[in-house]
């Protein structure tokens, strides 16, 4: 059965409704997803009606941002229960992944005059374009040319990741396996793409030795070396094997020749090692 578990809607930064990504699932025969939302679990009720009418399987998840090493990972957790200290966790992220654009605009409004902190907190964008607020606002000042290019400032004005309060690794494991839950590393070739196998598997060794149990071993960006070291790790140390499109909708669909949709990544279940999120 054909298995996309990394998808967003526009409770986070994707263009579509839980009900119209179940529907498009469906459409392309992906018969087991999960919607996972960054650090927001507002999607799962509404996506599990329509899953249930649709005949689709559909494991709660939503992806957590984290720091590791000094930088963002995505973790992908699945398959929790309500516990309110998962809750806290996720709030937290999400809390500070706001906070990331409210610290942004009150560095730049001292550089740009038509900008500012009062106005920001004002403004109301169109969720169903994707993307997120901060490079809404700057697109609709006419800072940026292109939503992707409001990224950009989030670096230059030292607003990134890394400089807020976002959980470690091993607190995101911990609450999410008190949960019930597992956790999957997203998108390995996001951090690790210029590594060698050998400096690939010192890092997965390092995740895995903090409670990650599993990886995105089918994702669209992912190199061919990728792809065959986490398999053969994952493999070796019987860890979950997940496939993940990293959908949001129109939101970026296609980004450097990659595409990035619904069942893009078109792998079956059998290929993956998933038992445990069913």
Known sequence: MLTDLHIHSYYSDGTMSPQEIVKDAKNKNVGIISI????V????????????????????????????????VHLLAYKFNDNENFFNLVNKAKE????????????MEKDYENISLEDYNSYEYDRRKGGWKGIH????????????????FYGKYECGHEKFDFPGVKEVCDITHEA???????????YYKDKTKEEIIEKLEILKGLGVDGIECYYPANSDLMTETCLEFCKENNMIITAGSDGHGDFGAVSKGVEYYIGAINKDSSLLNIEKLL
């Open 36 to 39: 996972t939302d960054h650090d």
């Open 41 to 72: 679990l507002d999607s799962y009720e509404e996506a599990r009606k329509e899953a249930k009418k649709e005949g689709i399987t559909l494991i709660r998840g939503v992806e957590i941002d984290s720091i590791f090493e000094g930088h963002l």
């Open 96 to 107: 500070n992944l706001l906070e990331t654009s409210i610290e942004l605009i009150k560095r």
């Open 137 to 152: 606002y700057l697109f609709d000042k006419n800072i940026t040319e292109g939503l992707f290019d409001g990224m950009k």
């Open 180 to 190: 019930g839950g597992y956790v999957v590393l997203a998108h390995p070739c996001n």
